[in-house]
């Protein structure tokens, strides 16, 4: 039974730093795609970054490029999001993704087989 366990989140101030962390369990973490979307209240749920199951291809949504950083762990089976100068337009639950296969092949939701419980990242001004 494949699980994503997110952490991290919180309440932080406009300019703030956070580190998101996404534990994995059940699948070959080495060999699959990883990826962070997010939901805003009253909108759809949003790609902000992925990487390669190599990660030496890291992909990012636009707003985040420059802030956001991807990574992972492979010895700890765990992902990671550093988010450095948040905004309060990055306020959402972020969420940890998985897919089947190796490689990034949708920003789409739908293009992602596994998914964590979420986290609430919340940014004041």
């Known amino acids: 039974q494949v699980q994503l366990v997110e952490s991290g989140g919180g309440l932080v101030q406009a300019g703030d730093s956070l580190r998101l962390s996404c534990a994995a369990s059940?699948?070959?973490?080495?060999?699959?795609?990883m990826g962070w979307f997010r939901q805003a209240p009253g909108k759809e749920r949003e790609f902000v970054a992925a990487?390669?199951?190599?990660?030496?291809?890291?992909y990012y949504t636009d707003s985040v490029k420059g802030r956001f950083t991807i990574s992972r762990d492979i010895a700890k089976n765990t992902a990671y999001l550093q988010m450095n100068s948040l905004k309060p337009e990055d306020t959402a639950v972020y969420y940890c993704?998985?897919?089947?296969?190796?490689?990034?092949?949708?920003?789409?939701?739908?293009?992602?087989?596994?998914w964590g419980q979420g986290t609430q990242v919340t940014v004041s001004s």
């Open positions: 993704a998985a897919t089947r296969g190796p490689r990034v092949a949708s920003y789409s939701s739908d293009g992602w087989n596994y």
């Open positions: 059940g699948l070959t973490f080495s060999s699959k795609a």
């Open positions: 990487l390669n199951w190599s990660g030496g291809n890291t």
